[in-house]
């Protein structure tokens, strides 16, 4: 990661100014880890190795992974005490094909100018501030990622919903999805006895789509919803797809659109949370769909 952080440039003059301060931002150092900002949201970059070269083809749905750079990573995240529950450290495994810190400044730095803004090095720090905030950029190709009831979308006004409880989210795609054994109405919550057995776990991810109970209708990196009766493999697929188009692009067409849609309103902080991009740690009251996805076909 660090080899990203320095010395990196915008390649493209025209957009340089919000491209330049979001590559800033991400270098800056986090106040309470000191590391970089983005090292210190990427809380899943963790014990980090490259999978096998027929990884990818060895698993129905992946396939169009091949020959990426790909890394399984095994990670821990601990749980905070508070009156009714001691610390704990859960563990997980993830899949993930992350950006690099160039390639978010340079979305960043496409979608800027296309908006209505004072300042495009302001938007390209306060963009780059929101997209760490929601996820760290970070791309779950399969596997377990760990998050708080409260990040996952559960309002505290919701019933059942215990705001600071790690929960594990299933994902796939970039997308949180309910396996074929999953509890129907309810996330893990208790950790794994050591990374065999959560790599196991994770491994269910890795399973044909068609098998799955039912897909979330948000994806990442660009926290975009799925459209209106999109079937689960469809929406699966169109996810993955415009992802990993944007990583050899200029711009990233989800990304894009949700930050000229956010922006072009006064209260551009506000709709920006509405429309996803802030997302989990906006708290909008969505566990029912995040925290327990609708059931979809499957296919």
């Known amino acids: 990661m660090t080899a990203f952080l320095l010395g990196a440039v915008p390649a493209h003059a025209g957009n340089a100014n ?20 983005i090292i210190a949201a990427r809380y899943m970059e963790h014990d980090c190795k490259d999978v096998a070269k027929d990884w ?7 396939e169009k992974y091949a020959g990426l750079p790909v890394k399984r990573c095994f990670y821990p995240r601990t749980q905070t005490a508070n009156k009714h529950r ?16 160039p390639t978010i400044a340079k979305w960043i730095g496409a979608a800027c100018p296309k908006i209505d803004v004072e ?7 306060r963009i780059a501030s929101y997209v760490l905030t929601q996820n760290g950029a970070q791309f779950p190709v399969a596997g377990h990622v760990l998050e708080t009831q409260s990040e996952a ?24 999805v309910k396996l074929q054994n999953d509890h ?4 893990r919550k208790e950790t794994f006895a050591d990374e065999q057995e959560a790599l196991k776990a994770a491994e269910e991810t890795l399973s044909d789509p068609a098998s799955f109970q ?21 929406w699966l697929e169109r996810n993955r797809d415009t992802y990993l188009k944007a990583l050899s692009d200029t711009s990233y067409d989800f990304f894009d659109g949700v930050v000229r849609a956010a922006l072009r309103k006064k209260d551009w902080a506000s709709d920006i949370a509405q429309a996803g ?6 708290g909008r009251p969505e566990c029912s769909r995040l925290c327990s996805p609708r059931t979809g076909s499957g296919r």
């Open 86 to 101: 001691n610390s704990a450290t859960l563990i997980a495994v993830v899949w993930m094909l992350n950006p690099d810190p």
């Open 18 to 37: 919000g491209e330049r301060a979001a590559l800033t931002y991400f270098q800056e150092l986090d106040a309470a880890t000191g590391q970089p900002r």
């Open 56 to 62: 990818a083809s060895s698993h129905v749905g992946l």
């Open 277 to 282: 991009l802030i997302g989990a740690s906006a």
């Open 184 to 187: 129907p109405d309810q996330r």
């Open 214 to 234: 039912s897909v979330g209708d948000i994806g990442r990196v660009g926290n975009i919803y799925r459209l209106p009766k999109e079937e689960d493999f469809d």
């Open 119 to 125: 300042s495009e090095a302001d938007c390209g720090r």
């Open 153 to 176: 979308g559960c309002a505290v006004s919701v019933p059942g919903c215990e705001g600071d409880v790690l929960i594990y989210l299933p994902f796939r795609d970039g997308v949180t």
